[in-house]
């Protein structure tokens, strides 16, 4: 989808000059949440900026549908910024004159879409974020979370194919920052790629890769394999490394998968009979699976599920087969003390008489 070549920023002014991102090349696939991290100054910002055709190269291309920004003109960078891209930023950039509305459908003023147009579709983006009953207030009655919020209507309102999110949580507190993130994650879920640029680690968490800049250049680049976008192949991935970490990625789905079922069927109630047999099914059916597959390290992992389980089964039949030893133990000992009382009781008798 976005694809970096070579890609260089530096400013000078007089005799000094300051690279800010050197040499990058990089590719960010449909679908993906991209969260870029770094201490300050490192460029993710920066990196952000060139591709949302905020900031001019220095050097290298960045494609956009195999066409280089750089090449746009004044028009179609234009459209470029107000169609496909959606901006967010730290500080919201709200018109405090105007109403929420008025603000949201600001993009669809420049695109020329007419007035009743725009407010069905600020209502709408302003719903999805909770904010419709508001459509009428201005934003210095709004608290710094809804303010965000706005923003990330605004955003949305053209249907984009790309978000990008520089620091939005970063004025939040934790409560307020989180519920954007869980909006920002539920537009991820409807196809839309976004790239977030944080400072805060724990919203990492809600992004399929995470990239760490340093001094301008890539530190690491990884995959969640917890939350990331799962595809049936890597064929569309550009780089060798990508394919590589996706494919990881994707196996590591698979097997958390098996895993939570396995842990999900240890939660019933094993001194039920028919949960032990329900054990059995899985592991056949598990075992079934194995054999169709003719991946050698998809039947190691699926045959380590199938010990896994059947360890469980073990050890569970063990704590049934102790209970039932204990159970019979204090069988014998409630028979040993009836019989005593019934001694007694003889004892007693005999005694009076």
């Known amino acids: 989808m ?15 000059s300051l690279t800010a991102v050197n040499n990058v090349t990089l590719t960010i696939d449909e679908g993906q949440f991209v969260a870029i991290v770094g201490k300050s ?27 280089d920004i750089a090449t746009y003109t004044g028009a179609s960078r234009s459209q470029y910024r107000n ?20 603000n949201v ?25 909770g904010l419709s009953d508001r459509i009428k207030v ?47 994650k539920t537009i991820n879920d409807t196809g839309v790629t976004i790239i977030l640029v944080t400072h805060n680690m724990e919203h990492t968490k809600y992004c399929s890769r995470v990239i760490t800049m340093s001094d301008g250049v890539i530190e690491s680049d990884s995959y969640n394999p917890d939350i ?7 064929e569309g991935l550009e780089d060798e490394n990508s394919k590589i970490q996706q494919q990881n990625c994707v196996n590591q ?60 089964v073990d050890d569970e039949n063990k704590t049934l087969c102790n209970l039932k030893t204990t159970v019979k133990k204090a069988n014998k000992k409630s028979k040993k003390v009836c019989n005593n009382e019934a001694l007694v009781d003889e004892r007693v008798t005999g005694e009076s008489s």
């Open 138 to 184: 201005k934003p210095t009655e709004l608290s710094g979370g809804e303010m965000q919020r706005v923003a990330i209507a605004r955003a949305i309102i053209n249907n984009p194919v790309l978000i990008l999110a520089d620091e939005p949580t970063g004025n939040l507190d934790t409560a307020s920052g989180n519920m954007v993130m869980d909006y920002l």
């Open 2 to 16: 976005i694809k970096l070549k070579n890609v260089t920023k530096t400013y000078t002014k007089g005799n000094t």
């Open 253 to 312: 789905i698979d097997k958390n998968l098996n895993n939570n079922i396995a842990f999900d069927d240890k939660n019933i109630n094993i001194c039920d009979d028919k949960n032990v047999n329900k054990y059995d099914e899985i592991i056949n059916t598990a075992s079934a699976d194995s054999e169709a597959k003719t991946d050698k390290k998809t039947i190691a992992e699926d045959g380590g599920i199938i010990n896994h389980v059947s360890a469980i």
């Open 41 to 67: 100054g490192c460029g993710k910002s920066t990196m952000l900026n060139l591709i949302g055709g905020l900031d001019d190269l220095t050097a290298g291309s960045i494609l956009y549908k195999d066409q």
């Open 228 to 234: 990331c976008v799962k595809v049936d192949s890597v």
């Open 105 to 129: 459908a600001l993009p669809l003023i420049v695109a020329g879409i007419g007035k009743k147009e725009r407010e069905k579709k600020a209502f709408e983006a302003l719903d999805k974020m």
């Open 83 to 102: 169609e496909d891209i959606g901006f967010i930023f730290q500080s919201y950039h709200l018109e405090p004159h105007f109403n929420i509305g008025m």
